[in-house]
């Protein structure tokens, strides 16, 4: 709501200042810019995601005076730092911490901006500078966990620069590019935190620039009602909002501190804890939290479709993913802004929230693993018939499975096993990647078409009133100025 | 418009060509092995580059079921022989292998006999995603869409072989 600007210089010192630099009048403006008086909670998470991208940085800069990027020495160096630094033990934990708290309250801002539309016009480009902050938080992070050069920092990062490999044509030279050598070695370590090191200021310069938009814009608000009379509908944000974002911020402190301090490695792997070992792959290769949803859709995709094959196509899963949040504005086709209004987006949406957070389990489990079993297990016997086709039989007892591998010929090569039957984690993770995509690229078009909104309120002042119970003031009345 | 163009790339070059492998990353991109040393049925795990190799002895059982597969019904059809590369006088020798340790699937090692497991086929088993690959590196069953890569390597000597990138 950029509106005229209400600073006024009244020291000799500060009219000095606004005629050369009017910095002083930029922080006024900010801070007293008009806003939406119904905001909730959910609309405090900007401000926490500010107060987690300067702890990251800040910490961040300390543990790179301690930090040696050599794939002899980082490993220990880390150690290190937990150990023998002064309070080392604390920015280490906090910074570990800290991305996972930073990724949590993104979350929950992103879904704050799906569920009440804050992705629509106006505010198309602060959502797809949104989307860029994001993008680079998760380069950012992925970066900065190969640092400490656990086992789990080793392979992890193996497995994501073989995706990148997978890309037709330029694959491989990008890859090499990205590793500086045949594997991930000294070179990529050194890149790496670099890359880790610049990454969050330009996060912040994006971060400057999503504030901007929304300051020229106007915050949203849980309504979804653009502002129609500054005075009726707005507060300035200093102090009722600093207030609200500083106790939202209380909370969500101890939130963080309860991890750095009575859980500091829940968040982490253990095998991270092992140093990073080329010739010894761990046996479940896991994402950190905050990725699993977008590994589950990388390995759902089990499927070759045309000439494309599925691991190149899990990849562009998984990538779209994430592509397809840059053009939502455009594909959503509902006029309103608020899902409050929206009966059955609504839910449509709590679901798509629920299937993100099961993306998540499933991309923690092994796709082939079972979450429930049809039957008891029993015994399968595999050979090779005469015609040299792979065959099986299943039988329920051991003797019986004994004696049909005995009657077989040696040539047969028959072999007893488990055969487990049961519920995968796979065709879940493929339902929940199908319902992804189906939200985006058909509910969100086509429910602004047939859906039929409920009434909106006429102004934020309104919904206000309304809800505090308060009879609208008599038109005698002058308009109150402030809030009730 | 183009020269100045061609200046900008001409200047960018340098800083897109500096991340690819350096001069002293290239040159260690080769390594001699002596396998006399592999004990029989056994392997043992070479890294070059960062990049992992097994070399391994394999028994004259071992070689039997490389041999006695049908090629035609494999995903990805090699016979025994294609996978070895020859002596300095030409012949073969079936009991070395040498193959490249990286998952074709999304790049883990696979296990092998010195870690327990050989996987259904008697070669080795990648414990990420379950690919089976048998005693010619093979793949078998599971994910990985190919076999495990024969490295560029060259018989020196009677007992040492030169392994390439």
Same mark, same amino acid.
């Given at each position: 709501?950029?509106?005229?600007?209400?600073?006024?210089?009244?020291?000799?010192?500060?009219?000095?200042?606004?005629?050369?630099?009017?910095?002083? +009048?930029?922080?006024?403006?900010?801070?007293?810019?008009?806003?939406?008086?119904?905001?909730?909670?959910?609309?405090?998470? !900007?401000?926490?995601?500010?107060?987690?991208?300067?702890?990251?940085?800040?910490?961040?800069?300390?543990?790179?005076?301690?930090?040696?990027?050599?794939?002899?020495?980082?490993?220990?160096?880390?150690?290190?730092?937990? +150990?023998?630094?002064?309070?080392?033990?604390?920015?280490? $934990?906090?910074?570990?911490?800290?991305?996972?708290?930073?990724?949590?309250?993104?979350?929950?801002?992103?879904? +704050?901006?799906?569920?009440?539309?804050?992705?629509?016009?106006?505010?198309e480009i602060v959502w797809i500078l949104g989307c860029v902050i994001y993008l680079l938080m998760m380069a950012t992070a992925f970066m900065g966990y190969v640092l400490p050069w656990g086992q789990m920092s080793f392979h992890g990062s193996?497995?994501?620069?073989?995706? =990148?490999?997978?890309?037709?044509?330029?694959?491989?030279?990008?890859?090499?590019?990205?590793?500086?050598?045949?594997?991930?070695?000294?070179?990529?370590? %050194?890149?790496?935190?670099?890359?880790?090191?610049?990454?969050?200021?330009?996060?912040?310069?994006?971060?400057?620039?999503?504030?901007? /938009?929304? *300051?020229?814009?106007? %915050?949203?608000?849980?309504?979804?009602?653009?502002?129609?009379?500054?005075?009726?509908?707005?507060?300035?944000? *200093?102090?009722?909002?600093?207030?609200?974002?500083?106790?939202?911020?209380?909370?969500?402190?101890?939130?963080?501190?309860?991890?750095?301090?009575?859980?500091?490695?829940?968040?982490?792997?253990?095998?991270?804890?092992?140093?990073? %070992?080329?010739?010894?792959?761990?046996?479940? =290769?896991?994402?950190?939290?905050?990725?699993?949803?977008?590994?589950?859709?990388?390995?759902?995709?089990?499927?070759? =479709?045309?000439?494309?094959?599925?691991?190149?196509?899990?990849?562009?899963?998984?990538? /779209?993913?994430?592509?397809?949040?840059?053009?939502?504005?455009?594909?959503?086709?509902?006029?309103?802004?608020?899902?409050?209004?929206?009966?059955?987006?609504?839910?449509?949406?709590?679901?798509?929230?629920?299937?993100? =957070? !099961?993306?998540?389990?499933?991309?923690?489990?092994?796709?082939?693993?079972?979450?429930?079993?049809?039957?008891?297990?029993?015994?399968?016997?595999?050979?090779?018939?005469?015609?040299?086709?792979?065959? $099986?039989?299943?039988?329920? /007892?051991?003797?019986?499975?004994?004696?049909?591998?005995?009657?077989?010929?040696?040539?047969?090569?028959?072999?007893?096993?488990?055969?487990?039957?049961?519920?995968?984690?796979?065709?879940?993770?493929?339902?929940?990647?199908?319902?992804?995509?189906?939200?985006?690229?058909?509910?969100?078009?086509?429910? !602004?078409?047939?859906?039929?909104?409920?009434?909106?309120?006429?102004?934020?002042?309104?919904?206000?009133?309304?809800?505090? !119970?308060?009879?609208?003031?008599?038109?005698? %009345?002058?308009?109150?100025?402030?809030?009730? | 418009?183009?020269?100045?163009?061609?200046?900008?790339?001409?200047?960018?070059?340098?800083?897109?060509?500096?991340?690819?492998?350096?001069?002293?990353?290239?040159?260690?991109?080769?390594?001699?092995?002596?396998?006399?040393?592999?004990?029989?049925?056994?392997?043992?795990?070479?890294?070059?580059?960062?990049?992992?190799?097994?070399?391994?002895?394999?028994?004259?059982?071992?070689?039997?079921?490389?041999?006695?597969?049908?090629?035609?019904?494999?995903?990805?059809?090699?016979?025994?022989?294609?996978?070895?590369?020859?002596?300095?006088?030409?012949?073969?020798?079936?009991?070395?292998?040498?193959?490249?340790?990286?998952?074709?699937?999304?790049?883990?090692?696979?296990?092998?006999?010195?870690?327990?497991?050989?996987?259904?086929?008697?070669?080795?088993?990648?414990?990420?995603?379950?690919?089976?690959?048998?005693?010619?590196?093979?793949?078998?069953?599971?994910?990985?869409?190919?076999?495990?890569?024969?490295?560029?390597?060259?018989?020196?000597?009677?007992?040492?072989?030169?392994?390439?990138?």
């Amino acid at each position: 709501m950029s509106g005229p600007s209400t600073y006024e210089p009244k020291m000799g010192i500060t009219k000095w200042l606004d005629a050369r630099l009017p910095i002083v +009048r930029l922080g006024a403006d900010v801070m007293l810019a008009p806003t939406p008086k119904n905001l909730n909670y959910w609309w405090t998470f !900007g401000g926490i995601l500010a107060l987690c991208l300067v702890t990251q940085i800040v910490t961040g800069i300390i543990l790179a005076m301690h930090y040696v990027a050599s794939t002899d020495a980082a490993f220990a160096s880390v150690e290190r730092i937990r +150990r023998d630094v002064d309070y080392g033990w604390l920015i280490q $934990s906090i910074h570990a911490t800290g991305a996972s708290m930073f990724f949590l309250a993104v979350y929950v801002h992103m879904f +704050r901006g799906l569920y009440y539309g804050s992705y629509k016009a106006p505010r198309e480009i602060v959502w797809i500078l949104g989307c860029v902050i994001y993008l680079l938080m998760m380069a950012t992070a992925f970066m900065g966990y190969v640092l400490p050069w656990g086992q789990m920092s080793f392979h992890g990062s193996a497995v994501i620069t073989n995706l =990148i490999g997978a890309i037709p044509l330029v694959g491989p030279t990008v890859k090499t590019y990205l590793m500086g050598g045949p594997a991930i070695g000294d070179a990529t370590l %050194n890149r790496f935190f670099s890359l880790h090191y610049l990454l969050p200021f330009v996060i912040a310069g994006v971060v400057a620039l999503h504030i901007w /938009g929304f *300051h020229q814009t106007g %915050n949203g608000n849980p309504t979804g009602v653009s502002v129609k009379d500054v005075k009726k509908d707005t507060v300035p944000f *200093h102090p009722y909002y600093t207030v609200k974002d500083a106790f939202a911020i209380l909370l969500f402190l101890i939130l963080f501190a309860a991890f750095v301090f009575y859980f500091p490695n829940a968040l982490g792997h253990a095998d991270n804890s092992i140093e990073a %070992n080329p010739l010894q792959t761990p046996a479940h =290769i896991v994402p950190e939290w905050y990725l699993l949803p977008f590994y589950a859709i990388l390995r759902a995709i089990t499927f070759d =479709i045309g000439p494309i094959p599925a691991k190149l196509l899990g990849v562009i899963a998984m990538f /779209g993913s994430i592509g397809i949040l840059f053009v939502l504005p455009w594909l959503d086709r509902s006029k309103v802004r608020s899902m409050r209004y929206r009966p059955f987006a609504q839910q449509l949406f709590v679901l798509f929230v629920l299937a993100s =957070i !099961g993306l998540g389990f499933c991309g923690a489990n092994n796709p082939d693993d079972l979450l429930f079993k049809f039957r008891e297990d029993k015994l399968a016997v595999s050979y090779t018939d005469t015609t040299g086709d792979a065959q $099986s039989r299943i039988f329920d /007892g051991f003797d019986e499975a004994r004696q049909f591998q005995n009657s077989l010929p040696a040539t047969a090569g028959a072999s007893i096993e488990i055969s487990a039957s049961g519920f995968k984690w796979l065709w879940i993770s493929q339902a929940l990647s199908a319902y992804y995509f189906l939200y985006f690229l058909v509910i969100m078009p086509v429910l !602004g078409v047939i859906e039929k909104p409920k009434p909106r309120p006429a102004s934020i002042a309104e919904s206000v009133r309304k809800k505090s !119970g308060k009879t609208p003031p008599t038109p005698v %009345n002058a308009a109150p100025q402030h809030a009730e | 418009m183009a020269v100045a163009g061609g200046g900008v790339a001409a200047v960018a070059w340098p800083f897109i060509q500096q991340l690819a492998p350096a001069a002293d990353t290239r040159a260690l991109s080769s390594a001699e092995v002596d396998f006399s040393k592999v004990p029989l049925g056994g392997e043992i795990r070479v890294l070059i580059g960062g990049m992992p190799f097994f070399v391994r002895h394999r028994t004259d059982v071992e070689i039997q079921e490389a041999r006695n597969v049908d090629v035609a019904r494999l995903r990805d059809p090699q016979t025994d022989d294609e996978r070895l590369k020859p002596k300095a006088d030409g012949t073969l020798n079936p009991a070395i292998l040498v193959t490249s340790g990286t998952c074709t699937h999304l790049g883990c090692v696979p296990v092998g006999p010195a870690q327990g497991t050989v996987g259904d086929f008697g070669g080795w088993y990648c414990p990420c995603h379950g690919s089976h690959y048998d005693t010619s590196g093979r793949i078998r069953k599971g994910p990985a869409p190919l076999n495990l890569p024969i490295p560029n390597y060259t018989y020196t000597s009677d007992t040492i072989i030169k392994i390439a990138l």
